[in-house]
């Protein structure tokens, strides 16, 4: 199916541990981005991607790391989970079209 | 900085009034502004607006920008509970850069 998908879509991890969150698109579009939604902050902006091998941060890069290999694919790895990342966490491409969500609980 | 600044931040009211949810915008570079409807899960895409003064409309919701003024509002008629949600604006500024947004206006409708 054509869009932006996003797995897993619930991850229950522990602190200290290293998780990757995935994303696709079949668009083809040039920009990706990775945002984290949490209560009293709206959406930020964790890291974006202008195309592949290109990234850069945004307004709450600490903690995190992207890679953009293949224009399609735009994962997010938090190299040592921390209880504050705990959050849902959104993928978008394009002109704002976002994936499905994946909801992270770091224990 | 670029920023957008939603208000109110939170709304309640009774179906079949209206409402108006605002948006203003300072971006250095803009190209357009979205305006997103997200329930429980991730935004859903409602509104691009580019140019002054030409409503864009889908059933009860319409929406207008002003850049000389810098804002656009987002109105929704004879609201339902289903309209019940966060309302997010957002700025594509230049389209080089992640879009811009705002914390959401929260909107609750009670029967």
């Known amino acids: 199916d054509a869009g932006i998908t996003q797995s897993p879509r619930y991850k229950i991890t522990e602190t200290g541990r290293q998780v990757t969150l995935m994303c696709h698109q079949t668009?083809?579009?040039?920009?990706m981005f990775w945002y984290r939604q949490d209560l009293g902050h709206g959406l930020r902006l964790i890291y974006y991607?202008?195309?592949?091998?290109?990234?850069d941060k945004g307004e709450v890069p600490d903690g995190y790391v992207v890679s953009r290999s293949k224009t399609e694919n735009f994962p997010l790895t938090l190299e040592s989970a921390t209880r504050s990342q705990t959050s849902v966490y959104f993928c978008?491409?394009?002109?704002?079209?976002f994936g499905p969500g994946t909801r992270l609980t770091v224990t | 900085e670029d920023k957008v600044v939603q208000s109110p931040l939170s709304l309640v009211v009774h179906e079949g009034d209206t409402v108006t949810l605002n948006c203003s915008y300072e971006?250095?570079?803009?190209?357009?502004l979205l305006w997103y409807k997200q329930e429980k899960k991730a935004p859903t895409f409602l509104f691009m607006l580019?140019?002054?003064?030409i409503e864009k409309k889908s059933g009860r919701l319409s929406s207008i920008l002003d850049k000389k003024e810098l804002f656009s509002i987002l109105n929704i008629t004879a609201t339902q509970t289903g309209d019940s949600a966060v309302y997010l604006c957002?700025?594509?500024?230049?389209?080089?850069?992640?879009?811009?947004f705002g914390k959401g206006t929260r909107l609750s409708v009670i029967a």
């Open positions: 978008a491409s394009g002109e704002g079209y």
């Open positions: 668009w083809s579009h040039s920009y």
């Open positions: 991607s202008a195309a592949a091998d290109i990234t």
């Open positions: 971006v250095t570079n803009f190209r357009s």
């Open positions: 580019t140019s002054s003064g």
């Open positions: 957002a700025v594509d500024n230049s389209g080089n850069t992640p879009l811009v």
